[in-house]
């Protein structure tokens, strides 16, 4: 019997692999990816409680609606700006990003 | 095994094996394509969810979108075909230790917590549980609808007894997103276009 | 026996149905390459494939799979191997998945879905990843170009081609293709066709909109072999070259089918009042099963005529046709389509007046134990929609 848990399984497997993916990425676009995930393994969470609780059954799935909205809004913007980055630096590996360093 | 559990094992698997491929790729055109059978998968286990709306949304704007997107700004940042930017050993371990440890409080707590007293014990009908196309659509356009399905089979359900909830609808959150969504063009545009412009006034 | 069926009741009827259209797809393209050839010879005033299989070549398409069959399984040094081995399957599957999603007739469709119009738009947009990463993984600077083109252009037309398929979504008040196609049921100016003038008009827009979104000429900048070789297949050969054009075949035929769902009255010949199977029982459902084949094949039969007789557009034109000209026309369509009907209600006497989408009948469902079936349950589907 698949339960609620199985599905917050996948989503906290999701979660913490965009997490690893932010962290060990040195391409902005790897990091930029990772933040997808995470976003992706949100919404699991989301999209399950919608369906296994009946209080939840609207809110549930708008939640995800608006989740996905917005990551595709960010990733427009983040790529303009890893874009703009490659225009400065002729590289998206963020740690050539450092002339703000103290 | 019945039908619906051999097909979340089998999506279940595809989704977090691929998506943990792509956090360990090297290759960054790798990770997307590991990507697409991530999302591909996630859009699966919301047909499976009983919400086929969010599904499709998840396809056309992630798989159709996003991933278009990535792959455009790989091709446009690359230096040669097959760049590969090395993650040193010791920045892969700190992430692995990181992200294990954090799955490990994450597993933790989904097991410590009891979702039965959340979760109704026995699965109810596709069509009374996950809301159709229509009543997302009615509920963006600010048509409040009741939040608690009307229960055919109460009998039988383990539920929490149901306080009264205000309708609710969700027409401002709506607006405000798609306003952002223009903002995001503008400045997306915007950004883009800089370099250009600086070079054609000098 | 039984209790086992019962059980896989639902698992059993998706590979049959999936089986039979996966059976259409490939005799499908069969047919389209031998036409493609006929008819491009006919164009050029040749004869076009003429031994292989009697007078007409018919079987020259089935020498050629034989051929390419046999082929060495070759991939260039250059290429990235997973990627350049996975890209005709990615390209493949997005084009077959929206085979499952036509209705062929009353009650025969793979999966009725209530969202079906959306999730076909969905399904479509993911084809253009496996052209990208073909023209990615191949290794070679022609490929690259035409993934390129590829994806710049799918998307640009992504728009335009989702705003003309609101319309006629907007006029019958639902995503669900099988109730979009009986709502134009009877004579033939029950067509979204010939609703009012701005779906007349959507009707061709769309169709120059799936034209450019299959990569056929005049805007296959994709692989226009003056230019860049072969484009995304340049290094393709064999067995995966073969996939690439099944996919390639398969949606110019999915995109007309729903050119033909949308507009031009799904399976109904136009000729009757009722629908077929009101006459003729599930006979009539062979017959709306045809009638709608043949349409969807005469589309596909005036994009080859498009292909050999118009010359090939340059890639800044096909982006300035899809974002500068297509996209504000469909903008424009969809805001007269939306308007035309309330402003004629307020000018125009009642008995002439628009009216709300005749309510169709609520049957049960098709198939009782899933909403899953195919053409094998002709009877059932019949049954159902008969007061």
Redesign the interface.
Known sequence: ??????????G??????????M?????A??V???V??VL?GA??NF?????????L???G??F???T??????E???A??????F??NHVS??VDAAEELKG | MTFEEFLFWSLALITCISAIAVAASQNIVRAAVWLLFTLAGVSCLYLLLGADFVGAVQLIVYVGGILILVVFGVMLTNQGPFVNMKTSAGEWAISLVVGLLMLGLLLGCIFAANWTELQETLVVDDAATSRSANDLGLALLGVAQPTVVPDAQAPKLNVLPQQKKTPVAYLFPFEIVSVHLVVVLVGAAYLARAKRRRRTAA | MYEWIVAYWTPIIAIIAAALLMGLMLVQAIIFVWLERKVAGRIQDRLGPTRVGGKFGWLQTLADGIKLLTKEDFIPDAADQFLFRLAPYLTVVGSFLTFMLLPFGLGIIALESNIAAFFFLAVLSTEVFGVIMAGYGSGSKWSLFGGMREAAQMVSYEVPRAMCVIIPVMIAGTLNLMLIGRQQEGFIWEWYLFHDPFTFLAFWVFFVIVVASCKRAPFDLAEAESELVAGFHTEYSGFRWLLLFMAEYGSMFTTSALAVVLFLGGWHTGLFPKDLTHYLGPLGNVINVIVFLTKGWLLVFVMMWVRWTLPRLRIDQVMTTGLKYLLPMSAALLLGASLYPLLWNTFIPTAWQFRDPPAIPAGPAPLKPASVSGPVNEPASVAAVKP
């Open positions: 019997m698949i339960g609620l848990e199985h599905y917050l399984i996948v906290a497997v999701l979660f913490i692999a965009g997490i690893a993916c962290a060990g990425k040195r391409n676009i790897g930029l990816i990772g997808e995930m992706n919404n699991v999209v399950a409680f919608a369906r296994y609780n009946r209080n059954a609207l809110e799935q708008i995800a609606l608006f996905i909205v917005l990551a595709a809004a990733a427009a913007i790529l303009a700006i890893v874009l703009n490659y225009n998206v590996d």
